[in-house]
């Protein structure tokens, strides 16, 4: 459930990706489709770079290709749910062409393993996250008429020399992945599990995909990775808490690379996700106001805004450390955007706990967020720890009283938005009409606005007269200068 502007975009959940391949040749046709959150969209840019090398042509028509693949998010359970309905769409199709391949990507696949290919008859190739160098010979053994995975999992893995194919793109957003895996172990979270250790991928290899982003026109590059800010560079593979002094003094860390990034052009923004309240140093706020091409948006989950639920949650803050943050970041960059991420109906959370997560939404009046109901993931430490013991009912009042609440501060960013000049990078056409164009400003808020003579990848200033509840409406005042996006 979301409210207000969107990470997750929904309407990009299973959308199958087509590309022209300059290297075609083998003639075979690959059918992708991903699930879950932006690094799985990411990754199949990884994947289709890999396949298009070997020649394999898209199609957004699965009952014309030679091989479907699915990559799969298992955050809660109705995610698996979606692809297992998925898989039954397939299946009809494979009856009709014996050689069709099935193959299962990302986090199902790694949390299921070769289980999967008991359970789903119909999935001959299975592979996990780190494992996608693999897939060419993965194919050939399963074209061969044997059964494929690789879900082994790296402790180095991250990529770096590959060049995504910027997949289902308006060709102005880009998004350029900087750690792999989580070692954060939030009781409730599948993702150590699915995604393994986490690794920082090579400044110079972040900097380069950006580079050549700006070069191919894009405007924008988003930084990914679970928790941004543990962002650590000293040569790969080591972990913070091992690096010597001297290495902790010859690293890159978040804040550094930033700015590396911002440095690429003026006129390239830079957006990153997700930050972790742990983590989110004044360093790195200092830096996001520093640069007028980082966006003043921090996507700074929450989950609960009760101390006992959070050391239960294993979060490694409490209400206090969150609040502070936040008025670190309130201090520092007064127009920036905070949105959050919330789970409603955490093992034994009261009703006074839950009402300590309304009090603190109040206190933060964030501009957006996305909210779920707690879904019990197995092998999990909540899993094994505690009683998933809240009924659904209360999960869904609970849920329902936090999007309520969430709607009302969305609508007051909102409305606070009008009357005053902003700058936008234009993203495309808006949905709603071709006679409109769509873009956000610095602080990830949509603006629509006439089209007139302007194009996509263009800065514009926008004059906002007007809203719905989570659109602004405006015209073009002047074309984007370098200065603040919101007076
Ligand atoms: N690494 C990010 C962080 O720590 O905030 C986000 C990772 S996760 C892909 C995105 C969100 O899914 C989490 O912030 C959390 O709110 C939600 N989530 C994760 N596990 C969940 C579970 N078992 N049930 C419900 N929501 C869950
Ligand atoms: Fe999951 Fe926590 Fe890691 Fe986010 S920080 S991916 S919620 S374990």
């Known amino acids: 459930m979301s409210s207000g502007n969107k990470i997750i975009d929904e309407s990009k959940q299973g959308e199958a990706l087509l590309i022209e391949n300059s290297k075609a040749g083998s003639g075979k046709k690959l059918f992708l489709e991903s699930y879950g959150c932006q ?43 979606k692809v297992r309905n998925r898989l039954n769409d397939f299946k009809r199709v494979k009856k009709k062409n014996k050689k069709l391949l099935v193959g299962v990507l990302g986090c199902m696949a790694e949390r299921l393993k070769s289980q999967f290919l008991e359970q789903e008859k119909l999935v001959d190739i299975v592979v996990g996250p780190d494992s996608y160098r693999d897939l060419p010979s993965l194919i050939e053994e399963a074209e061969d008429g044997r059964k494929a995975i690789n879900v082994i999992l790296s402790k180095e893995e991250t990529y770096a020399d590959l060049t995504p194919v910027r997949l289902g793109s308006n060709e102005v957003t880009a998004f350029i992945s900087i750690t792999r895996g989580c070692d954060n172990m939030c009781s ?21 995909e950006a580079k050549e982003a700006f070069e191919s026109g894009y405007r924008e590059v988003t930084l990914l990775g679970q928790n941004v800010d543990s962002y650590i560079w000293a040569g790969g593979g080591l972990k913070k808490e091992v690096l010597t002094e001297e290495q902790k003094l010859n690293s890159v860390n978040f804040a550094q690379l930033l700015e590396l990034v911002a440095n690429v052009n003026p006129e390239l923004r830079v957006r990153f996700s997700t930050s972790h309240p742990k983590d989110l140093t004044d360093e790195v706020i200092h830096m996001i106001a520093k640069h007028e091409n980082i966006c003043k948006h921090i996507h700074l989950p929450v989950q609960s805004g009760n101390s006992r639920i959070l050391e239960m949650m294993n979060r490694g803050y409490t209400r206090e450390w969150y609040l502070e943050r936040i008025a670190s970041i309130k201090r520092i960059i007064p127009e920036c955007g905070i949105s959050m991420d919330i789970i ?38 909540a899993e094994r720890k505690y009683k998933d013991d809240v ?55 949509v603006i629509v606005f006439p089209k007139g003579e302007y194009k996509k990848g263009e800065y514009v200033n926008v004059f906002v007269d007007d809203c719905t509840s989570s659109t602004l409406i405006g015209k073009v005042i002047g074309e984007g200068m370098k200065q603040d996006s919101m007076k």
Do not use: W
Request: net charge negative; charged share 30%.
């Open 188 to 208: 409730f979270c599948v993702v150590p599990f699915t995604r393994g250790r986490e690794r920082s991928r090579d400044p110079e290899s972040i900097v380069k």
């Open 391 to 445: 009924p659904e009912e209360t999960k869904r009042r609970r849920i329902q009283e936090i999007v309520d609440v969430q709607r009302l501060h969305s609508s007051i960013r909102t409305t606070d938005a009008v009357g005053k000049m902003h700058k936008v990078l234009i993203e495309g056409l808006s949905k709603k009409s071709n006679e409109m164009l769509m873009g956000r400003n610095s602080q990830n808020a």
């Open 39 to 81: 690094m799985n969209f990411s990754d199949s840019e990884i994947v289709a770079s890999i396949l298009m090398d070997k020649g394999y042509t898209t199609t957004q028509n699965y009952e014309e290709a030679d091989i479907i693949f699915v990559n799969t998010c298992a955050i809660r359970d109705n995610a698996e749910q």
């Open 344 to 381: 409603t109906g955490f093992c034994s959370g009261t009703e006074e706990e839950h009402k300590d997560t309304l009090s603190l939404m109040e206190a933060v009046k964030y501009d957006f967020g996305y909210m779920f109901m707690y879904s019990e993931r197995p092998k999990t430490l």
